[in-house]
């Protein structure tokens, strides 16, 4: 059974540094195909992804907020981290960590089958 | 990459079907069989219902249904029922730097 969870803080201030912590269970981020994706969705508002990281390091991020995201894996810890530099009140959101099956029969996996339970982070002065 | 067309709301009595459009461009939906689905109940975290274009993951009720056609995908929910109630989310592969995209979302509403 996967399960994903998401951690970090729930208020921040404009112009900090959010790190959020997505530890998970049920399978290996060294398994070829498998990756970790970062979702996020604004009270009232529809979904947006944001970063991913696969088995292999390959990294992809939004590219309208390529500048500000990280995304890093430590595999022994079962753990994704994403950090998002120079919050701004928009960046309030319910953040959902998500995993990326492997590949089958030749064809790796392009959607999101589970996800935590997500972490509200509010921006606010 | 803009987000995925879809209509706000859709509505219908129990044991009606029900069809969602998701309307993208031929650089997502249009470009690769990576349509996927998802159902959201309020304050809940999204569920996958549909991956690519129309296969449904084990659990997921055979009363959901996907397909392609173009740039536009669609999502068929038959026999409503009033679980079903929810928001619902397509989502596509993309060939540009932003890998995936999401649509803006329909509620469904049993009546």
């Known amino acids: 059974q996967i399960t994903l969870k998401e951690s970090g803080p729930t208020l921040m201030k404009p112009t900090q540094t959010l790190t959020l912590t997505c530890t998970f269970s049920g399978f290996s981020l060294s398994t070829s195909g498998v990756g970790v994706g970062w979702i996020r969705q604004p009270p009232g508002q529809a979904l947006e992804w944001l970063a991913l990281?696969?088995?292999?390091?390959?990294?992809r991020y939004r590219s309208s907020l390529q500048t500000r995201l990280t995304i890093t894996k430590d595999t022994s810890k079962n753990q994704v981290v994403l950090t998002m530099a120079n919050l701004a009140p928009v960046d309030t959101a319910t953040y959902y960590c998500?995993?990326?099956?492997?590949?089958?029969?030749?064809?790796?996996?392009?959607?999101?089958?589970?996800w935590g339970q997500g972490t509200l982070v509010t921006v606010s002065s | 990459q803009s987000a995925l067309t879809q209509p706000a709301s859709v509505s219908g009595s129990p044991g009606q079907s029900i069809t969602i459009s998701c309307t993208g461009t031929?650089?997502?939906?249009?470009?690769?069989?990576?349509v996927s689905w998802y159902q959201q109940h309020p304050d809940r975290a999204p569920n996958l219902l549909i991956f690519d274009v129309n296969n449904r993951p084990s659990g997921v009720s055979n009363r959901f249904s996907g397909s392609k056609s173009g740039n536009t995908a669609s999502l068929t929910i038959s026999g409503l029922q009033a679980e079903d109630e929810a928001d619902y989310y397509c989502?596509?592969?993309?060939?540009?730097?932003?890998?995936?995209?999401f649509g803006t979302g329909t509620k469904v509403s049993v009546l």
């Open positions: 998500a995993h990326i099956p492997g590949c089958s029969s030749g064809s790796c996996r392009r959607f999101f089958d589970d």
């Open positions: 989502s596509s592969y993309t060939s540009s730097s932003t890998l995936y995209v």
């Open positions: 031929s650089n997502d939906i249009g470009a690769y069989n990576y």
């Open positions: 990281i696969y088995w292999n390091d390959e990294k």
